[in-house]
């Protein structure tokens, strides 16, 4: 009796291995052609996703439709690996968001008009396959493109019109979004005709904000301060001038660094009359110290743009600064 048990076991279990071994060459045999070769063709991008069947139906068909059109965009352009990048650069948690949010658009931008094809799964995964027009992909980003280039020289014109009463800041910024709106496009040509005259709208948001920030210059009222020994020199005891042009620059941050260490309100933005006070200044074992105002580039460029490219260009300059010479007796 245990015998034939035995042998009924065995010829189960070699029944059960060839049924699977016919479900898997079935399986293969309706594999859809997609899968067996990469398609290629001059009229779509193609993307395959690919996704274990983990969790719910409707989660792991999702995953592979993300994974399709991640795969899709890859085809497309490296443009969405470019801006990742760009997030190790940056410690700001705001500039974080803000490249987050345009990886986001840009995925949106290069797979609008995508479509779903066919889908396909096995015992263990799920496929799904989805193409996009080469036409319809290159009509839109032309399309995009103009608006870009009509929002930017929108942008040019506001700036310069800002500069022209003085409002530095909300020039920078309107020159900056010009640049924003062009860094897409920045491989390419970025040029509006205008009066017969060709311009270069990147090239002219660079250099306008170039103009503006080379020619601001900062200037310390008091050559020295004298202060009494073991005593905290109050603050206005002086006053910090910034000019561009030579005319009175305001909204421009200005950066206090003291040799004998911390002070409070290191940071201070000009007001209308292009000035910033002095701050408060301990006495710390010596007789003399420095006090060193800047213009501080860093915060400018966060003031201005959470680009990364305006905020370098503007960080870069060289450091406008004037000296104090701090006595205590």
């Known amino acids: 009796?245990?015998?034939?048990?035995?042998?009924?076991?065995?010829?189960?279990?070699?029944?059960?291995?060839?049924?699977?071994?016919?479900?898997?060459?079935?399986?293969?045999?309706?594999?859809?052609?997609?899968?067996?070769?990469?398609?290629?063709?001059?009229?779509?991008?193609?993307?395959?996703g690919?996704?274990?069947?983990?969790?719910?139906?409707?989660?792991?068909?999702?995953?592979?439709?993300?994974?399709?059109?991640?795969?899709?965009?890859?085809?497309?352009?490296?443009r969405i690996k470019s801006e990742t990048n760009l997030i190790k650069t940056?410690?700001?948690?705001?500039?974080?968001?803000?490249?987050?949010?345009?990886i986001n658009a840009t995925s949106n931008e290069f797979l609008e008009g995508y479509e779903f094809v066919d889908s396909w799964e096995d015992l263990s995964t799920y496929y799904t396959f989805y193409q996009l027009s080469k036409q319809d992909f290159y009509t839109l980003k032309a399309e995009r493109k103009n608006k870009a280039i009509e929002f930017a020289w929108l942008k040019i014109n506001q700036a310069q019109e800002q500069k022209a009463q003085m409002n530095l800041i909300q020039s920078l910024q309107l020159y900056a979004s010009a640049i924003d709106a062009l860094s897409g496009y920045l491989n390419e040509e970025t040029s509006k005709t205008v009066n017969d005259e060709k311009i270069d709208l990147f090239?002219?948001?660079?250099?306008?904000?170039?103009?503006?920030?080379?020619?601001l210059n900062v200037?310390?009222?008091?050559?020295?301060?004298?202060?009494?020994?073991?005593?905290?020199?109050?603050?206005?005891?002086?006053?910090i001038e910034v000019?561009?042009?030579?005319?009175?620059?305001?909204?421009?941050?200005?950066?206090?660094?003291?040799?004998?260490?911390?002070?409070?309100?290191?940071?201070?933005?000009?007001?209308?009359?292009?000035?910033?006070?002095?701050?408060?200044?301990?006495?710390?074992?010596?007789?003399?110290?420095?006090?060193?105002?800047?213009?501080?580039?860093?915060?400018?460029g966060r003031k201005v743009s959470k680009n990364l490219l305006v905020r370098q260009l503007i960080e870069k300059q060289k450091k406008q600064s004037c000296l104090t010479d701090i006595y205590f007796r």
């Open 1 to 48: 009796m245990i015998r034939v048990a035995y042998i009924i076991l065995i010829l189960t279990l070699i029944t059960s291995c060839q049924s699977k071994k016919k479900q898997a060459e079935l399986l293969e045999m309706s594999k859809p052609t997609w899968l067996k070769s990469r398609p290629v063709s001059n009229n779509y991008f193609y993307g395959i």
């Open 50 to 78: 690919i996704s274990s069947k983990v969790g719910g139906e409707q989660y792991y068909q999702n995953r592979s439709k993300e994974k399709a059109l991640a795969d899709l965009a890859q085809q497309i352009s490296t």
């Open 90 to 102: 940056e410690d700001n948690k705001g500039v974080y968001e803000y490249i987050q949010s345009r």
């Open 203 to 215: 090239e002219t948001s660079r250099s306008s904000i170039l103009n503006i920030i080379k020619q």
């Open 219 to 239: 200037s310390c009222s008091k050559k020295e301060i004298i202060g009494k020994t073991g005593t905290t020199i109050p603050s206005d005891k002086a006053t």
């Open 243 to 300: 000019l561009w042009s030579n005319r009175k620059a305001e909204g421009i941050p200005v950066k206090f660094i003291y040799s004998a260490g911390y002070i409070i309100n290191e940071i201070q933005v000009t007001d209308a009359k292009g000035n910033v006070s002095t701050p408060a200044l301990n006495f710390n074992q010596k007789e003399k110290e420095q006090l060193v105002a800047e213009i501080d580039f860093v915060s400018l």
